[in-house]
């Protein structure tokens, strides 16, 4: 059994940051692929970032490039989102998500297990 647990979101005023984490249990952490997801509401989950098992390989979405930063503890099993110049369209529950094939998805449907959220708002 896999779990996530996502903690860190809150409310922030524009332009200013946040550093999402994500606790994972199970003893393969380290060779997962680790995600996050965002979803605002009224649309569609989408991708954030990514990172694989190894720390050096990342994907990021166009809109948080420059902005966000994943990286990943494999020995507290835990991965992060460090994100600065926050803006309003940011807001959204985040989702953690980890793929099993270890290899990065960008789409929801190729993830093996996901965290519940947690909301981040940020005010104009």
């Known amino acids: 059994q896999v779990t996530l647990v996502e903690s860190g979101g809150g409310l922030v005023q524009a332009g200013g940051s946040l550093r999402l984490s994500c606790a994972v249990s199970g003893r393969t952490f380290s060779s997962y692929a680790m995600h996050w997801f965002r979803q605002a509401p009224g649309k569609e989950r989408e991708f954030v970032a990514a990172i694989r098992w190894s720390g050096v390989t990342t994907n990021y979405a166009d809109s948080v490039k420059g902005r966000f930063t994943i990286s990943r503890d494999n020995a507290k099993n835990t991965v992060y989102l460090q994100m600065n110049s926050l803006k309003p369209e940011d807001t959204a529950v985040y989702f953690c998500?980890?793929?099993?094939?270890?290899?990065?998805?960008?789409?929801?449907?190729?993830?093996?297990?996901w965290g519940k959220g947690t909301l981040v708002t940020v005010s104009s």
């Open positions: 998500a980890a793929r099993a094939l270890g290899t990065i998805a960008t789409v929801p449907n190729g993830l093996s297990y």
